[in-house]
């Protein structure tokens, strides 16, 4: 059979979202549950797909299903396109499978031309209906050449801006039935103009335009940033809705508006929206005007509230969460347009959990799956501190959109912002408002401080789901966006002035508040608790200072899984003492050089096992070449030359020797013992007797240093090396007359070390899987220049996302799979873990649980974030 391409309101069902797009399910399942919904039918994800396979056309097959659908539609409403008695406007509404609020387009209003325009206006002599008819008609015009044209809504807001100036009006809603009469004429010349066509005027060539735009706006830019950072498959399509219009812009006794359940910002559990009267759905979002909060809506329209207030009730007992809904009054009657769950602060999302498991509506495991990872982010970002806090005074206050403290330079749009965030500045972006093209500035920002727009503002809704702070809708500030200045608690403010914001409170600060760390407490740690109950894999981290190691075992570390030694030289004491070793000409001039180097080593080692508390501490041996470690200035050349008693042209005589092509691939890691062995003796040493001086302070802990070995690509290169180890270690512990287990393993890095990795298990301890280079050397391409070309990789879709981010799955991944299963052929119990910065990363966690290692590694920061990661996958995978 042929494929349904088309599928009315009520032939969906919420199950179908893969098919029909978020919105389209979700229309579909209030449409079953005998919700108010205008109806229309929507076109499948396949049939988007099918429109880029066909080379961005939709084929006769799809278009006609669309044109049988939009018959049953005329049937079902019983109003028609282009008739002049009773004409259908419909919507015709993007919607992917996972929310992308903002990112696609939509079009209302569609199906208007002069002569239903002209019919409409005869048929109802009220002369608001008159100014009703042709600001609909204008809207349409100007979505219309934006979305679909992409003419650009700069010229059309231009010639509004021009008419209120010329009326001397402020706001749109001002503007009389000859005003926007006058304007849609405007907007047609200037469509033609841009253009050189006239506006169409048959319904159904709008209609097939406008949904090869919403297939067409998949690939738009901000959409292709947006699925990147979200984890958004290209493959997957968007979905188009079509739908009949219900007008929020008919009088007074209409409006719209869009709510939530729980509050987006904070989790409370209660009824939270805005609505704005005699208005159509996008100026809520768009901030043209500041919407009234959704509790005076019960006012305005008591009966249409008592019903949404029920609607509101119902869908979240359906859905079992919080949900956000988009909805318009029209002539006191509701009608539902959206619902969706509710996109949340992290913040938010704990409490909402917490509140569902309370309120016996969702299960533990439920609850811990509901968390985003990445958003956890968020909440371990530092805090403004309290006592600061209480000592400064606002200048200004907005809307706590999403909370959140920042401070930085203000910048007035988004491509400064990524300018200066790219010289390494922070910055609060400051605007009138945001639109969607704003994104990768909003991204750059620290924080974001608008004028105009309210919760559900854009900038509102981007901030929350990026977990960037948002200050909305500061009336108070005067902005001159063009000449990069505003003014507010009457001092003026210019590009680069310091600025503080609390995305909490909504207040505003002049200069920089001081901000401390933050800590799992709360619902967090409720979240987390129960995450650890389900995880198998444990959660280590990436630390070389005890610093960094303490705060990890604050947010629930279970050991280190990588300490880089090297980061241990280059404190200024012990540089120079190194330096001394790579210039060193004979061995014993090198093992004086390290014998400086030891005791400060030991020290290390002996903290970092201190703050482990007995936990697992992986201490990984020098990595990287050895120039990384030489003076570049002219002065610090002199210096090493004097303290070595040599020539300056000797030391750059060495410098110049250690140059090599291609640094990644050359003389490091463990190639670095095999040619000087005594650097490997002295690292066991500092090790094994940290090692024996922690475990006589604390003999409960049990201590077990694992070594390991960095960039074996050959099974012999790990005997050698691991012959020095054993040896030193032994004769340390020997010495000490005590006893220590100690674990002697290796990194797996090189593609050659996977393919070989039953032959190296049988010398090495453990795999630790470094996929860092083993990404690197896999693709063959430098990590440290990869990020000049990825972006073309991006933008020809030949790689949706950074490999160095996000693990490799299928090449990568292989390998790791097949090391383990080779590793565990020869040592059962073997463990195996991943240090690389995929250690981290919510989905490259999941393919690690999947393929059975012991562990992940990754950065103080992220171990919540893979803690959640871990536990979503074990629930996950029990679930299949
Ligand atoms: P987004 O995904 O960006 O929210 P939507 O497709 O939801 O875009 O459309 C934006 C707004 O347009 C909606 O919130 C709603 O207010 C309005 N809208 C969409 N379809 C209709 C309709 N059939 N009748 C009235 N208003 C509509
Ligand atoms: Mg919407
Ligand atoms: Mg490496």
């Not at 890095?749 to 298990?761: K, V």
């Not at 010398?763 to 860092?772: M, Q, S, V």
Request: net charge negative.
């Amino acid at each position: 059979m042929a494929k349904k391409y088309c599928y009315l309101f009520t032939e969906g069902n919420a199950s179908m979202r893969e098919l029909l797009g978020g919105k389209g399910a979700n229309l579909a399942e209030m449409t079953n549950i005998g919700l108010p919904v205008p109806q229309g039918f929507t076109i499948t994800t396949e049939a988007c797909t099918q429109y880029y396979d066909d080379g961005r056309k939709i084929n006769d097959e799809i278009m006609s299903e669309i044109m049988k659908n939009v018959e049953i539609m005329e049937n079902i409403n019983g109003k028609k396109f282009g008739d002049l008695n009773n004409p259908l406007l419909v919507s015709v509404r993007s919607g992917a499978r996972a929310s992308m609020p903002g990112m696609m387009d939509t079009i209302l209003n569609l199906g208007l031309n002069d002569e239903v325009v002209s019919a409409m206006i005869a048929g109802n002599p009220d002369p608001k209906f008159e100014r009703f008819v042709y600001d609909s008609y204008r809207r349409f015009i100007q979505m219309f050449s934006d979305v679909v044209m992409e003419v650009g809504k700069k010229y059309f807001e231009q010639l509004i801006d021009k008419m209120k100036e010329e009326k001397g009006v402020k706001f749109d809603v001002e503007l009389t039935a000859a005003d926007l009469k006058e304007l849609a004429k405007q907007f047609k010349a200037e469509y033609k103009k841009q253009l050189g066509e006239d506006f169409p005027s048959d319904p159904k060539v709008q209609l097939y335009e406008a949904i090869r735009a919403v297939f067409r706006s998949w690939d738009n830019p901000r959409a292709n940033v947006y699925r990147r950072d979200n984890d958004i498959p290209y493959s997957w399509g968007t979905a188009v809705n079509v739908m009949p219009m219900v007008f929020g812009n008919l009088n007074e006794n209409s409006g719209t508006g869009v709510a939530f359940t729980r509050d987006p910002a904070t989790g409370e559990k209660k009824l939270m929206g805005e609505f704005l009267t005699n208005a159509q759905g996008e100026d809520v979002v768009a901030g043209v005007r500041t919407p009234m909060p959704i509790a005076q809506m019960a006012e305005k329209f008591p009966e249409a509230y008592k019903q949404f207030v029920e609607v509101c009730d119902l869908l979240e007992k359906h859905y079992h969460d919080m949900q956000d809904m988009e909805f318009t009054v029209e002539n006191g009657k509701l009608y539902m347009l959206q619902c969706r769950n509710g996109k949340r602060t992290a913040q938010a999302a704990l409490k909402i959990a917490c509140d569902l498991v309370d309120e016996g509506m969702k299960t533990p495991a439920e609850a811990v799956l509901m968390i985003d990872p990445r958003n956890l982010d968020t909440l371990l970002h530092p805090q403004f501190d309290a006592k600061a806090l209480k000592k400064a005074v606002p200048i200004g206050k907005g809307l706590g959109a999403s909370p959140g403290a920042a401070c930085g330079q203000i910048v007035f749009n988004a491509a400064d912002a990524e300018a200066w965030k790219a010289k390494g500045k922070k910055v609060v972006l400051v605007r009138l408002e945001t639109s969607p093209e704003d994104i990768t500035g909003m991204k750059a920002a620290q924080g974001i401080l608008t004028v105009r727009g309210g919760m559900t503002s854009h900038a509102a809704v981007v901030a929350r789901g990026m977990g960037t702070c948002c200050v909305s809708g500061c009336g108070d500030i005067v902005m001159d966006e063009e000449n990069k200045r505003f003014t507010l608690a009457g001092k003026e403010y210019h590009e680069g002035d310091y600025i503080s914001i609390d995305g909490s409170t909504g207040n505003i600060y002049d200069g920089i508040i001081d901000t401390v760390d933050a800590t799992i407490g709360g619902d967090f740690g409720r979240i987390m608790g129960w995450a650890d109950q389900f995880r198998k894999l444990q959660v280590r981290t990436n630390a070389d200072t005890p610093r960094d190691a303490k705060k990890a075992r604050e947010l629930g570390a279970e050991g280190i899984g990588l300490c880089r030694t090297e980061h241990m030289f280059f404190d200024p004491e012990r540089i120079a003492a190194f330096r001394e070793m790579i210039c060193a000409d004979t061995k014993e001039e090198r093992e004086t050089a390290l014998a400086k180097i030891m005791p400060y080593q030991q020290q290390d080692f002996e903290a970092l096992f201190e703050a482990m508390e007995g936990n697992p501490v992986t201490i990984r041996f020098l990595d990287p070449p050895l120039h990384e470690f030489v003076p570049t200035e002219d002065e610090e050349i002199e210096l090493l030359a004097k303290a070595q008693g040599k020539s300056v042209e000797t030391i750059k005589g060495i410098i110049q020797g250690l140059h090599e092509s291609n640094p990644m691939m050359g003389h490091r890691g463990c190639r670095l013992t095999v040619t000087y062995p005594e650097i490997a003796v002295m690292q066991t040493k500092a090790v094994i007797r940290a090692a024996l001086a922690v475990t006589a302070k604390h003999p409960d802990w049990k201590l077990v240093p694992e070594i390991m070995i960095p960039l074996i690509g050959e099974t012999k290169e790990f005997e050698f090396v691991k012959k020095i180890v054993v040896a030193t270690a032994d004769e340390e512990i020997k010495k000490a007359n005590a006893c220590l287990k100690y674990e002697v393993g290796t990194m797996i890095e090189i593609p050659r070390a996977a393919l070989t990795a039953d032959e190296i298990a049988k010398e090495a301890e453990f795999f630790c899987f470094g996929t860092n280079d083993l990404t690197q050397m896999t693709f063959g391409f430098s990590r440290d220049d990869a990020g000049k070309f990825l972006p073309s990789y991006y933008d020809t879709k030949i790689f949706e996302n950074d490999p160095f981010a996000k693990l490799d799955q299928v090449g990568v991944g292989k390998l790791m799979e097949m090391a383990v299963k080779l590793g565990r052929s020869v040592r059962p119990e073997m463990q195996c873990g991943i240090c690389g910065e995929h250690g981290g990363d919510p989905t490259s966690v999941e393919f690690c649980h999947k393929i059975g290692l012991t562990y992940v590694s990754c950065s103080p920061f992220r171990v919540p974030i893979a803690r959640l990661a871990a536990a979503q996958a074990a629930i996950r995978s029990k679930g299949e």
